[in-house]
């Protein structure tokens, strides 16, 4: 039986998540845990996250989670959601707040100069509802997903890679940010699959079924 941990820091309603996964892969057995000898010990590792970043990376330390994490990222299938995805870069302009450093890059904040529609009218920070996603590349976590369906968001701050080889699909919000990376065994999104109807639950069934 594939054994997923839900990485539980203390930040999000991760029983969402939880629940969304035990929908796509209903013969896994799917974990909340803060326990980091149970992330260790999952097959998969989905890494989820709300709120503001320097407070997630406090307690992601103070759970003593952030070697299992890390480790994680490097050696299994790893999905990391929402904030999930900014605290692996390597800072973030809220706080500032250093973040987990696998992959190299920052997190800004949506610019208010450019916070504008293409009719003119004013975007409100944060970025909050349904948003078109495009694909950089074809990636095993696309499957069946059509280039454009629409996914889910809540944020105020985006990420910004180095490395524009890692972007893997991109939105647009007065700017064209890139909203999911991948590399290797890790693959992280901005916006909450669990939240994102039928799309959102392939992307998650894709993650069950994918062997980098």
């Known amino acids: 039986m594939t054994h997923i941990a839900v990485v539980d820091y203390g930040m999000g309603n991760l029983r969402s998540v939880a629940k969304a996964l035990e929908h796509v892969a209903p013969h896994a057995r799917v974990e909340v845990t803060d326990d980091p000898a149970r992330v260790r010990a999952a097959q998969r590792v989905v890494f989820p996250g709300q709120g503001a970043m320097p ?6 330390d103070q759970r003593k989670l ?11 299938p790893f999905l990391g959601l929402c904030i999930g995805l900014q605290m692996l ?20 904040h949506f610019p208010a100069e450019r916070m504008f529609a293409p009719d003119g ?3 409100k920070v944060p970025h909050m509802g349904w948003n078109q996603v495009y694909r950089q590349g074809e990636h095993p976590l ?44 890790l693959f992280a999104v901005q ?21 980098p």
């Open 89 to 108: 870069f390597d800072a973030s302009e809220e706080g500032p707040a250093a973040g987990l450093g696998l992959l190299a890059g920052q997190v800004r």
């Open 66 to 76: 952030r070697p299992a994490v890390i480790e994680a990222a490097r050696e299994k």
């Open 121 to 123: 009218e004013r975007l």
């Open 55 to 60: 407070d997630c990376m406090r307690e992601l």
């Open 191 to 211: 916006f909450h699959p669990e939240k994102s109807a039928g799309a959102g639950l392939a992307l998650l069934s894709n993650f069950v079924h994918w062997n």
């Open 142 to 185: 696309w499957s069946g997903i059509a280039d454009g369906s629409r996914f889910y968001f809540v944020h105020s701050y985006y990420v910004e890679p180095h490395d524009s080889g890692v972007g893997a699909a991109t939105a647009r919000y007065g700017l064209d940010f890139t909203c999911a990376v991948a590399r290797d065994n």
